[in-house]
């Protein structure tokens, strides 16, 4: 097989970050994704249907002409947030879901949530109104270990709040342990989750031996290779609850290679062909379309894209570096300078 046609996909977790940075990073997502989830952690954050509205037309102003990509916006959570105004921005199309960031467990998450209690009133009218809470699933206590912050926070933070509002719709972003993947099979279809690239193709090893490889650091943390093969057999089994998001958060080149290196991958660049290469090493190319096309829709309750991207069988290398106006002045994509044997026609 030479090539590879499936339904256009979707970006179900995305940074574009604003300004500068938004007219780098918008480009490679807009011309293979239909649409995208848009993190709303930008500084200051998007935390009203206002800010978020306001954010969308500056998406769309920095769009390549011609472009039919759609963002699909979110509000960050904080211990302020107003439902009314959540479910004001539902109602009107602006908002798609809402982000819960525990605080101080990423990049630009201080503002996030310093304790589930005081959203009780918003969490049960996201349940009522069938808008979907997306979350960065990790403890934030010092005392709890960076490689089990995702599993304890399932156990201990998520698992009471889906037994407490029945109906209200989550994904775990950006999952990265065996523990996510099993919590996701045990509440069935109200429960999605997003699996990342570099979660597929990467673990641990990757991050630390032989030196320290701050293009493959982000966060949840890349964990054993046991999770990584999980995540692996989630993505590739075509179930309803695992969808394409790929966490593409771009960093400056300089704020990664540091001695206080930020979380993120930017993986915008080669999206398609990264998920591609690890579908094909797990011999699963022909689940692709469902993991990337198909299953995101659905849990949204969206139609698929009607237009269709085809990959082509071409060894390529993902470049060095993209540069960026001003003081950013480049980013390293992830898997840079490597070679993936898919490419996007
Ligand atoms: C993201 C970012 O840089 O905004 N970083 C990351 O490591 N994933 C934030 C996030 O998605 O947690
Ligand atoms: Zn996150
Ligand atoms: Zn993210």
Redesign the pocket.
Known sequence: MDSLTLRRPDDW?L?LRDAAMLDAVLPPTAAVFGRAVV?P?LKPPVTTTEQAAAYRERILASLPEGSRFTPLMTAYLTDRTDPDDLAAGHAAGVLTAVKL?PAG?????DAGVTSLTRLERVLERLADIGMPLLV?GEVTDHDVDIFDREARFLDEVLEPIVAKFPTLRVVV??ATTAEAVQFVRAHGERVGCTI?PQHLLANRNDLLVGGIRPHF????VLKRRKHQVALLEAATSGEAGFFLGT?S???PKHAKESDCG????YSAPAALPLYAEAFERAGALEHLETFASLNGPAFYGLPVNEDTVTLVRKSWEVPESVAVDGPASEIVPFWAGQSLRWRVA
Do not use: K
Not at 105 to 109: F, G, L, V
Not at 217 to 220: D, I, K, N, S, V
Not at 262 to 265: I, L, P, Q, T, Y
């Open positions: 977790h940074h993190m952690n960031y467990a990423t990049t630009n998450s960065h972003e950006h990342t650091y982000c966060l949840p966490d958060a771009p960093h930020c979380a993120g991958c």
